[in-house]
């Protein structure tokens, strides 16, 4: 199963994470199938999630399931199923 998840970079005081499509089984910093985004949970409210809408769209389509945490940030930018 494929899933639209978070993959964590940065240091410990100052976390960031990329959304990232990538196979359930594998681990959350593992080999992922494409990159779509990054997550700045420090950043500014207006500058926080930033990610392509329209690979996004095209992997939900598919039938790639987002976590409960990238879909809270799927719906501050407004992306809908």
Do not use: H
């Amino acid at each position: 199963m494929v899933k639209i998840r978070l993959k964590k970079f940065g240091t410990k005081a100052k976390p960031c994470y990329r959304i990232v499509v990538q196979d359930s089984r594998k681990p959350r910093d593992g080999t992922t199938i494409e990159e779509l985004g990054i997550y700045q949970p420090i950043a500014k409210e207006d500058a926080q999630v930033s990610f392509n809408e329209e690979r996004a769209k095209y992997w939900i389509g598919v039938g790639a399931q987002p976590t409960a945490t990238v879909k809270k940030l799927f719906s501050k930018k407004n992306l809908n199923k």
